[in-house]
């Protein structure tokens, strides 16, 4: 593991660097979210099915204007080939299954990248309330752990693992990594993870990281890498963008939600 | 004025308000001012556009959008107009891309009036190409620069950027201002606009 000084130096200073921006966001008066309860604001909290089998959507959450939606994807999508798409069998989503909607949202993003925290908060939950909720669009989650992979690797081991029992639990997660990123380093994502996975769901903590570290869902994490590899993403998040169907474009970078919809034609 | 007395380095006051002067006395120039605004706007395309080449390419020839549709997602790409690049980001992106379009300015200036050493013209190539390289960490791009430590066997080096790749953006405009720098001290002794150079 990664305990250098200077990683730990890192964190230091990406702690000093968001100190500075909520205070300023504070300021202006847009600090919204808080983050340390217990399950704070994160709309997948509760989730876990008891070890229930993941198998097609067979979760619920508030989607801000109604029940939303959450499972994994089947074996079978109405989305076109596309290497983005590649094994996506298994895979957490949220909305309408994938290519049932008119509006398809594929994200490859790394759990200890900030443009990707800025785009869970800013994008992805505007997703969750004004399009997957009513079925418009889904959005598909893809674990890309590239950046700072001593931290973000055994994040997505332990979401694969979560999924495995609980798509919901899995997307509750998701957000807790994002949410609080800066709490999370290569020293204590395990223990931290058991701790929250208590807290914000239904499931065995401790079961689902003793799996994550015995490597049982490596090959899963691998699966994702492959893909957004296959599909060219060089930087996260990388976002891929499908209507009726039918790949449109991607993008690199915290895409905002109304270029989302935009491009989505919604 | 010889390539050694110009590749010195910037380590005084004068030095720097040297670079200023020259800077603003270029400047003052209409036709230069435009220029070193076109250069800035084109550097900043080029930042944002090695970024999302293929988006870029759906906002202008997608099918099904309108106009406004088009312009939207274009200001996507830029900093402060959309929200791919964070604020510190946004903020280098900027701050490149106007030393990128002063650098062109007053190499422009300077090829003109004196013609141009290597050296002095290097420094602005290296700076543009290390601007372009920190564009691409701005987006979570520390990809990007993983893969091109990797071709020297270093690209575990990025996890211990404690600035998460806006490093290379720093160095970048450390070069672009050596450069102007090196161009300013060339032009030293001579007039702009009817004005001396040395203070």
Redesign the interface.
């Known amino acids: 593991m990664?305990n250098?000084p200077?990683?730990r130096?890192?964190r230091?200073?990406?702690r000093g660097?968001a100190a500075g921006?909520v205070g300023l966001a504070g300021l202006a008066g847009c600090l919204e979210r808080g983050g340390d309860g217990e399950s704070g604001d994160n709309p997948f909290a509760g989730g876990g099915d008891g070890g229930q089998s993941s198998d097609g959507p067979d979760t619920t959450a508030d989607g801000g204007g109604g029940d939303l939606e959450i499972g994994v994807v089947g074996d079978d999508t109405a989305l076109a080939d596309h290497p983005s798409v590649r094994d996506l069998s298994g895979q957490p989503y949220f909305g309408p299954p994938p290519g049932e909607g008119a509006g398809t949202v594929v994200a490859f993003e790394?759990t200890s990248?900030?443009?990707?925290a800025?785009f869970e908060e800013?994008?992805v939950e505007r997703i969750r309330t004004e399009l997957a909720a009513s079925g418009d669009a889904t959005f598909v989650f893809r674990g890309f752990p590239?950046?700072?992979p001593?931290t973000s690797r055994p994040a997505c081991a332990v979401l694969e693992a979560t999924l495995d029992r609980s798509p919901r639990a899995h997307f509750a997660m998701v957000r807790e990594y994002f949410t609080n990123q800066n709490e999370y380093s290569a020293d204590d994502v395990y223990d931290r993870s058991e701790t929250r996975l208590n807290e914000l769901t239904d499931l065995d903590g401790a079961a689902v990281v003793a799996d994550a570290k015995e490597g049982a869902f490596d090959a899963a994490v691998e699966t994702d890498v492959a893909a957004g590899e296959a599909a060219g993403a060089?930087?996260?998040?990388a976002i891929y963008l499908f209507r009726d169907g039918e790949f449109?474009?991607?993008?690199?970078?915290?895409?905002?939600f109304?270029?989302v919809k935009?491009?989505l034609?919604l | 004025m010889s390539v050694a007395r110009s590749l010195t380095l910037p380590t005084s006051t004068r030095d720097w308000r040297t670079l200023g002067r020259t800077l603003r006395l270029v400047l003052t120039i209409p036709r230069y001012a435009v220029g070193a605004l076109v250069g800035a706007g084109a550097a900043m395309t080029l930042f944002v556009l090695t970024?999302?080449l293929?988006?870029a390419?759906?906002a202008l020839t997608?099918s099904?959008?309108t106009l406004e549709?088009r312009l939207?997602?274009l200001g996507?790409l830029y900093p402060f107009v959309?929200?791919?690049?964070?604020?510190?980001f946004s903020v280098a992106l900027v701050v490149l891309a106007g030393l990128v379009g002063a650098n062109l300015t007053l190499t422009a200036y300077h090829v003109r009036e004196h013609g141009l050493s290597g050296g002095e013209s290097a420094g602005g190539l290296v700076g543009v190409t290390l601007a372009t390289l920190g564009s691409?960490c701005?987006?979570?791009?520390?990809?990007?620069l993983?893969?091109v430590l990797s071709l020297v066997g270093a690209a575990g080096l990025?996890?211990?950027?404690?600035?998460?790749g806006l490093e290379v953006a720093i160095v970048a405009g450390g070069v672009l201002l050596l450069s102007m720098h090196w161009i300013a001290q060339g032009l030293r002794g001579g007039r702009i606009n009817g004005c001396p150079v040395d203070i």
């Open positions: 990664d250098s200077i990683r130096d890192r230091a200073v990406l660097l921006a790394d990248c900030s443009r990707c800025a800013g994008t590239i950046l700072y001593s060089s930087s996260t998040p449109r474009t991607m993008a690199s970078g915290s895409l905002s109304e270029a935009t491009t034609g | 970024q999302n293929q988006f390419r759906f997608g099904g959008l549709d939207t997602l996507e959309g929200t791919i690049y964070g604020p510190a691409g701005a987006a979570c791009g520390a990809a990007l993983s893969g990025v996890t211990a950027l404690p600035l998460d």
